[in-house]
């Protein structure tokens, strides 16, 4: 068994949090004494931190639709998919018609790149996250 610091995702407070791996597998997560966020202590999703990651409705990889089915792809072939695609939407909408939704379960450092991103190269302000806390 083996503890493997890291940050809590479940919101942005950044919460220092050791994940218990035995076996190749994540089985719990404890809090991390000494960082100055979590201060020794996790709400309860942090507790719970754990769960998802070896849930078997859990993507592992990029998929794409083709002739009406899900199909795995490379990263390279969705990224490009999806560079194209929002090019295309761009220019059609003067940017209008892209909006982007963050997650509470990014850090404030990856919504604040992802906001900066949004704005810089898809030229919109369409962007919001889900993090009501």
Partial sequence: MRHVLTTCVYCGCGCGVYLKEENGRVTGSLPSRNHP??????????????????????????????????????????????????IRIGEATDHKGIGVLSSAKCTNE?????????????KTNNVDHCARL
Avoid: M, Y
């Fill in 37 to 86: 966020v979590s201060r020794n202590n996790l709400c309860v999703k942090g507790w719970h931190l754990h769960d998802f990651i070896h849930h078997p409705d859990r993507l592992t990889e990029p998929l794409l639709r083709k002739n009406g089915e899900l199909v795995p792809v490379s990263w390279d072939e969705a990224l490009d998919f999806t560079a194209r695609k929002l």
């Fill in 110 to 122: 990856e919504n604040f790149l992802l906001q900066k991103f949004t704005r810089a190269a898809l």
